[in-house]
């Protein structure tokens, strides 16, 4: 059984940038594949960025390429990290991470393949 516990959101101007963080509790963790998701009002949950277990390996949204990046600590094996630049009115969202033991070394973007989810942290861009 895994927890994960979403940090980091808040409001920022247009432009700015967040680190979120995704604090997971369970044993094994580092064989799991995280993803972050939003889910905007109104609008239906979409992928943002996965990471796999081997640390190297990463999916991206091809519209936030270049913003936003996913590294996790397999040190402290217990946290996964979402760094957002260049935030605009568009990221507004809930986000979420999500979490599920595999052993591909590709992470899924597909979010019913995800065991675990967080309950999600408000980001807010004003223009």
């Known amino acids: 059984q895994v927890q994960l516990v979403e940090s980091g959101g808040g409001l920022v101007q247009a432009g700015g940038s967040l680190r979120l963080s995704c604090a997971a509790s369970g044993r094994g963790f580092n064989r799991y594949a995280v993803g972050w998701f939003r889910q905007a009002p109104g609008k239906e949950r979409e992928f943002v960025a996965a990471i796999a277990w081997i640390e190297t390996n990463t999916r991206y949204a091809d519209s936030l390429k270049g913003r936003f990046t996913i590294s996790r600590d397999n040190a402290k094996n217990t946290v996964v990290y979402l760094q957002m630049n260049g935030l605009k009115p568009e990221d507004t969202a809930v986000y979420y991470c999500?979490?599920?033991?595999?052993?591909?070394?590709?992470?899924?973007?597909?979010?019913?393949?995800?065991?675990?989810w967080g309950q999600g942290t408000q980001v807010t861009v004003s223009s």
């Open positions: 999500a979490a599920h033991f595999t052993m591909s070394r590709i992470a899924s973007m597909n979010p019913d393949e995800y065991d675990y």
